[in-house]
């Protein structure tokens, strides 16, 4: 069973950092997905990944399928990012769409 | 844009009550999943589900458990009779597919279950 383990746990930044959160993984996968989870619970697909990088406005998504390691970058970190981002695996087969989810990374930006 | 719908947003039941908590995926979706959360630990699978039939299921999804697409739209997770252990926010997710390719997966707002 694949172990998905991110780091920080809690992250906080003031307004403009650049900032990384990280995420490792056990066992090979068919995708790698970046989710963003709101104070009030709803999630978001961020992005989905199974190789090289990925932007999207602010948002940098890499992986590195040999380290088994993936990076989410935000630049110029704003409050309204201040959010949980998870980490989530796929695997292969019939198992492809059932995600097995990092514990996140709590970031809060300050002004 | 289309989205995950979910029903009811938070609901309230007593120990050994059956619930059934409702989702209405993206029209055109044909994967399926239900997801939990409980308070303060990581999001975990329940069950999948493609073709009117479980594709796959954790070992949390037990008998307690069943789900059901009782016509075009809904997709419904029922709990015969709820534990206090069942107490978690409940994400139903969709995707559209063909086999052998990955899509991402569109979550819904998620059902806050209490039980008391």
């Known amino acids: 069973k694949n172990e998905v383990e991110q780091s920080p746990q809690n992250l906080t930044a003031q307004e403009g950092e650049f900032i990384t959160i990280n995420c490792s993984y056990s066992?090979?996968?068919?995708?790698l997905h970046w989710l963003q989870q709101h104070p009030g619970g709803g999630i978001v697909s961020l992005f989905m990944l199974s190789s090289g990088k990925k932007k999207h406005g602010r948002l940098i998504a890499t992986i590195n399928i040999q380290e088994k390691h993936s990076s989410l970058h935000i630049t110029a970190s704003h409050p309204r990012d201040s959010a949980v981002y998870i980490c989530a695996v796929s695997g292969y087969g019939g198992s492809q769409g059932n995600l097995i989810f990092g514990k996140g990374t709590k970031l809060s930006v300050k002004p | 844009e289309p989205e995950v719908t979910q029903t009811p947003s938070h609901q309230v039941t007593q120990m050994g009550q059956e619930v059934i908590l409702r989702c209405v995926p993206i029209?055109?979706?044909?994967?399926f999943y239900w997801y939990r959360q409980i308070l303060g630990q990581k999001v975990e699978f329940l069950v999948s589900?493609?073709?009117?039939?479980?594709?796959?299921k954790s070992e949390i999804f037990d008998d307690q458990f069943s789900v059901e697409r009782p016509d075009g739209s809904n997709f419904t997770l029922k709990i015969r009779s709820t534990k206090l252990e069942d107490s978690a926010m409940y994400f139903c997710?969709?995707?559209?597919?063909?086999?052998?390719?990955?899509?991402?997966?569109?979550f819904g707002p998620g059902t806050r279950l209490t039980v008391t």
């Open positions: 066992v090979g996968i068919s995708a």
């Open positions: 589900f493609y073709n009117n039939e479980i594709s796959e």
């Open positions: 997710a969709s995707r559209r597919g063909l086999a052998g390719r990955n899509y991402e997966q569109y």
């Open positions: 029209s055109n979706h044909l994967y």
